[in-house]
């Protein structure tokens, strides 16, 4: 890491962005970010798979979509549809889908695809904090709709679009995540979905759906999805296989009629995604996908089992949370006097990275003394000593939760 | 494949590029693109390395930069850091390095941090179709300097600069592929090194090195890189392993000073660039880069000596162009009264696809009757039919060349 003589900074534009901080390893106790557990990744498994396919195909590396089109690797097309079929009631093809680096390349493709500068869309209140940024960053407005426990509450988004239409707004999409709402871990009811699809096709707002956590849910049943029951195809959906197989690989996909296709392929300059990472999963999922996601998602949930409970153990009824039906995180309610932005930047130097709230959310009074605790990748044991150390942080920060609370065992 | 009845297209922006056309297949003769010899990918090295490195690390895929940070996989960084050495003379850590997907990644970040709509940006008057390409959808005025054969000419550079500064235009930089140019196939001498580098300093214009081809050239011997040779630091310089590897791995690098890469970092909102192919290639490349590169080069030099002999025995003296010291393509001059629009169209139509001048240069009467042919992906056989058919097309188009000159046969 050196710097330069030379005067960069004045040549830089007014509105780029504060410069990253250097990097100096992940916090003893990480709580943030989409990491899943290490122990899960199926190492043998995709050793097989990139061992099978490159023996096969590995020649077609030398073809920047090894011979398969922008579109991306088809047979991984080929098993993404099959999976939506099965899981999430899609009727689609090969042709129908974009294989993209992981879904975040998806979000910059389809919000450049619809929005410029000066435009509004509809986020649920509460949401991923990269898409929220990434409107910052565009210079869109954002309307939150706020959820309750059965996810994005269609009163509130019929008033918001009826509203907007009044002052002759048209929102450019409604951006969702349905299932397994990140950061509340809801999940929209079907009736709602139906209600939602109404909404959308009343206002002509079509319906942006981020299915990436879908795949997590305990149950392993989920409603169909927005793109499946839309008959008149006014949605795109985007998901993953960071969540469901390893972030690292930062392969995702794009699912929506050739008219946004066209679009979004035109934006995509990059001369393809990264091809042994598609190649790799379509070799390792066809055989594999369905046995490891409940055995992942059984790790998963055992790990929020041990988070929950050390909440209850360490703070007592000053933690207040839904026990999700799927995911990787907990969206948790610290009382009235927790800031959680300052509380983020204590427990960092204590060695613990947490989310806090308002960087997850469009609202900041609402979210102002919430948390989002990720639970995938940290240990049973780094789980337990790192909420430990949380309530004693908070404890000496903000004078809850009371020492009392400690005695609330597990059942 | 399907349309929607959903009225998505009243919500684009009015700047949305035109839709990509549905992509039904390669030409038959495929002469553009970066692809690579499929002959020359090392698959069994990748193979073994893909094994390696999985069994040894293949956890770490549950985080999203492998527990090295935004910067990338920390081995890989470390080769590059040894090879640019090696190879360019740069004096650089894995510290100085940022991984990205593909160069092309590097040239939306860079572009970013220095650009926005109305900048001014220096370039060599033929160029990379995609560099160029980036430029127009930013907005951003480019000023084309001449090359000859030694690469980007340095009084039209002097003049450039100065006449920018007397119009009060500072330009964001001189962009420049310095180390086997593109299209041109050029090699810019070390005085026209330090004499591009003098400038860069007397008008305070930093250098955008694009070294992406700088392996590839069949002596093995290069000069030093701009950035190695910048007693200021006043040059961002980028490179990749699509060309000298496979381009379907989507890894390439910037190096710069903290600056920069800390600016770059900030708009990198991907969470990382494909882990498994940094992986893969860090560990195929500290035993095997050094070796695998020459082997290539020989396969890519007999195919351009195809290419030549082609040229020569199908267009005779209609087709001029300089035998260039690396690279995977040839910058071919024909009669003026080719118009290489339309060959390339009719060229396509007759399963030939060639790049047409116009689309590598910001001079449309000069590049008018020009061409790039790609020669790595192609087989010898493909090369001698599809130059011999490219022929056929443009007589019976633009009446050259005359069939006599078929009668030069090869010395």
């Known amino acids: 890491m050196r710097s330069s003589a030379f005067d960069f900074a004045s040549l830089f534009p007014a509105s780029l962005p504060a410069p990253a901080v250097k990097w ?16 899960m990744v199926p190492v043998e498994a995709l050793r097989a798979a990139a061992n099978a396919v ?5 020649q077609a ?17 080929e098993f993404v549809a099959e999976k939506l079929k099965r899981d999430a009631g899609i009727s689609c093809t090969a042709e129908d889908i974009v294989l993209v680096s992981g879904s975040l390349q998806a979000l910059d493709l389809i919000n450049a695809v619809f929005c410029e500068r000066g435009d509004t869309v509809i986020y649920e209140q509460e949401s991923y904090q990269g898409s929220i940024n990434r409107m910052a960053r565009m210079g869109v407005n954002v309307v939150g ?19 907007l239409k009044a002052r002759g707004v048209r929102p450019k999409f409604i951006y969702t995540i349905p299932t397994v709402q990140n950061p509340t871990g809801t999940i929209l009811s079907e009736a709602r979905r139906h209600e939602l699809l109404r909404l959308s096709e009343e206002y002509g707002v079509p319906i942006f759906e981020d299915d990436c956590y879908a795949d997590l849910i305990w149950s392993g049943k989920r409603p169909p999805a927005l793109y499946a029951m839309s008959k008149i195809g006014g949605v795109v959906h985007i998901g993953s296989f960071s969540k469901s197989v390893a972030p690292a690989l930062r392969v995702g996909y794009i699912v929506a009629p050739w008219e946004i296709l066209s679009r979004a392929l035109a934006l995509k300059t990059d001369a393809g995604s990264g091809a042994l990472e598609q190649m790799v999963l379509a070799e390792f999922c066809k ?7 409940p055995k992942l998602c059984g790790a998963l949930r055992a790990k929020l089992v041990t988070l929950m409970e050390s909440l209850s153990e360490q703070f007592g ?23 959680s932005m300052r509380l983020y930047q204590k427990a960092l130097a204590a060695g613990i990275a947490i989310n806090p709230g308002p960087e997850w ?11 989002r605790i990720c639970f995938a990748s940290p240990s049973h044991e780094q789980i337990r000593e790192g909420i430990a150390l949380l309530a004693e942080v908070c404890r000496s920060e903000f004078g809850v939760p009371l020492r009392s609370a400690n005695v609330q065992k597990r059942a």
Chains 1, 2 share one sequence.
């Open 317 to 339: 009824t000053s933690a207040e949370f839904e026990d999700p039906p799927g995911g990787i995180f907990l969206w948790v309610k610290l009382p009235d006097q927790v800031d």
């Open 54 to 58: 490159l023996a096969r195909e590995g």
């Open 24 to 39: 100096t390893g992940a916090a003893r106790y990480n709580f943030v970010g989409g990491h899943n557990d290490p122990e």
């Open 61 to 77: 590396l030398s073809n920047y979509t090894v011979n398969t089109g922008p579109q991306g690797y088809r047979p991984l097309r």
């Open 361 to 371: 959310s469009v609202n900041a009074p609402y979210s102002k003394s919430r948390i």
């Open 287 to 293: 055989p594999h996908f369905q046995a490891h996601v």
């Open 145 to 163: 709709i706020p959820l309750d426990d059965g996810g994005m509450r269609m009163d509130a988004l019929a008033a918001a679009l009826a509203d």
